[in-house]
């Protein structure tokens, strides 16, 4: 996942500079969603299927070189889509969109793979909430290069199926794979065991079974089958927070850390998306929907997953000299609780500005995109500011035995 989590980052910073870039050329929030979507979250979340089905499967992984050439050729779709869009040459869009399809239909195969043959079945139902993200971007990404290349020219069907472009990517894609992912990811986070799965058996197919149902009721102008398909979603999403309560209910040795925190604002992030598309999605309120979507969808819900489990994933996945991944996961730390309450209370205020007469859009997007900064900057000196002697300290006193 290193190479992965390596080219994601560069895509991340890149979404991060390009913010007051679109502002200022007036671009629009295209860019930004498109580069952390495409670039930074996407081939996080190729890497992070392909690891985390290896590992919790037992199974055998992909060659190196073999998921060197998927990480090249998502890279390749990505640039090609946003250089087609930035440009606006449609034909540059659609290869890109085609080569980006074409390789997430290879991952999503490999992964499915994966899971068909592994030996530990206790964690199967990530591998289910894995296929159904990977069918949920191709449709996504699909209906993303039609809408580039002009295929909808009457107004109502390009804002109806641009809802249901964002919404199979942002909840389909990103969302499924993250809450298939936080079932081992959030109680390994908080070195807590991870409860039994049972419960949440049903929580992949309401989730995606209510995506098909919106994108059929969006499409075909059926307000109240889209707004159902958002129930049936949220019901998913709630059977699974219902498993968040039972892994934080267990008794813990330590603080929650700064990622388990990002994942569960994110999960938060996911609900109250959700909840609003029902309303925007039943009211055929295109602008309500892409409001919510991109504030607490691509950024409440995926963009801060992504930070929040960089937090933890990026020291773990380097060489396993235990006091010094234990100062690096530390470094993590370093001004985390303000760095999650700055970027979610800037998220709330961008949506209420967005939404409301409230002036707050403004100070909103500059005090969220200051604990991304932060977050992106950690996430690349991580190692250095673990050598430091008041890390140090921190990092012992964090990890020192708890008294009886």
Same mark, same amino acid.
Request: proline share 4%.
């Given at each position: ?57 037992? $199974?055998?992984?992909? %060659? ?6 998927? @990480?090249? +050729? /998502?890279?390749? #779709? !990505?640039? &090609? ?117 049972? $419960?949440?058996?049903? %929580? ?6 209510? @995506?098909? +149902? /919106?994108?059929? #009721? !969006?499409? &075909? ?129 961008? @949506?209420?500005? /967005? ?50």
């Amino acid at each position: 996942m290193s190479d992965h989590n390596l080219s994601a980052r560069v895509w991340a910073t890149a979404a991060a500079a390009a913010v007051p870039i679109a502002s200022a050329l007036g671009i629009g929030w295209w860019l930004p969603i498109h580069l952390a979507m495409l670039g930074a979250a996407s081939q996080a979340i190729v890497g992070g299927q392909l690891m985390f089905s290896t590992t919790l499967g037992l $199974s055998r992984g992909p %060659a190196r070189s073999q998921s060197l050439t998927q @990480l090249v +050729l /998502l890279n390749l #779709g !990505a640039a &090609l889509v946003v250089g087609g869009r930035l440009w606006s040459w449609p034909g540059v869009l659609v290869v890109g969109a085609s080569i980006f399809v074409a390789t997430i239909c290879w991952v999503t195969w490999q992964v499915h793979l994966l899971w068909r043959r592994s030996i530990n079945r206790r964690f199967s139902i990530t591998g289910t909430f894995y296929l159904l993200a990977g069918l949920s971007i191709i449709i996504g990404a699909s209906i993303g290069g039609a809408l580039g290349s002009g295929a909808f020219d009457d107004a109502s069907s390009y804002l109806a199926h641009r809802g249901v472009h964002m919404t199979l990517n942002i909840l389909g894609w990103a969302g499924l794979t993250i809450v298939g992912t936080a079932v081992t990811l959030l109680p390994t986070v908080l070195h807590v065991r991870a409860p039994k799965l049972h $419960s949440i058996a049903i %929580a992949p197919w309401l989730m995606s079974g209510g @995506l098909g +149902l /919106l994108s059929m #009721g !969006a499409t &075909l102008s059926q307000e109240h089958l889209a707004g159902a398909g958002m129930v049936c979603y949220v019901v998913g999403l709630l059977a699974f927070g219902m498993y968040v309560r039972r892994i934080l209910v267990i008794p813990r040795r330590r603080k929650i850390p700064t990622a388990a925190l990002h994942l569960i604002a994110a999960l938060v992030w996911a609900t109250v998306t959700s909840v609003g598309l029902i309303v925007s999605f039943t009211r055929a309120d295109p602008s309500l929907t892409r409001n919510l979507l991109v504030v607490g969808g691509a950024s409440g819900l995926v963009f801060q997953a992504l930070i929040g489990a960089w937090s933890f994933l990026l020291p773990s996945t380097r060489p396993p000299v235990p006091a010094r991944r234990r100062r690096e996961l530390i470094a993590m730390e370093l001004g985390g609780r303000a760095q999650v309450l700055a970027y979610n209370a800037g998220l709330v205020a961008v @949506l209420i500005g /967005l939404e409301t007469s409230i002036d707050s859009s403004l100070w909103g997007i500059a005090l969220t995109w200051s604990a991304a900064v932060w977050a992106i900057a950690k996430s690349w000196s991580f190692p250095l500011l673990a050598t430091l002697p008041w890390v140090r300290i921190y990092s012992e006193r964090w990890w020192a035995a708890p008294e009886d």
